[in-house]
């Protein structure tokens, strides 16, 4: 079930990273320390509706590992 998700886990990542490394450059270009906060505001539709699911798919994710796992987990 888990390598089903690989391929979404990749590109989620990679958009969430993307958003990450643009907003510290723009941060560092501003004379500002970069910081780890993306604000959802400042983002387009489209960016928000793709890191909507983004982080959709990491959720299942988790969920599918605390399934698997639950009873190492008690």
Do not use: T, W
Request: charged letters at 25%; proline letters at 3%.
């Amino acid at each position: 079930i888990v390598k089903a998700y690989a391929d979404e886990l990749e590109y989620a990542f990679e958009f969430i990273m993307l958003q990450r490394i643009h907003h510290q450059f723009e941060m560092l270009e501003s004379g500002k320390q970069p910081d780890n906060f993306i604000n959802p505001n400042q983002l387009s539709n489209l960016e928000k509706r793709i890191i909507r699911d983004a982080f959709g798919v990491i959720s299942k994710m988790q969920g599918l590992i605390v399934e698997r796992y639950k009873a190492m987990i008690r």
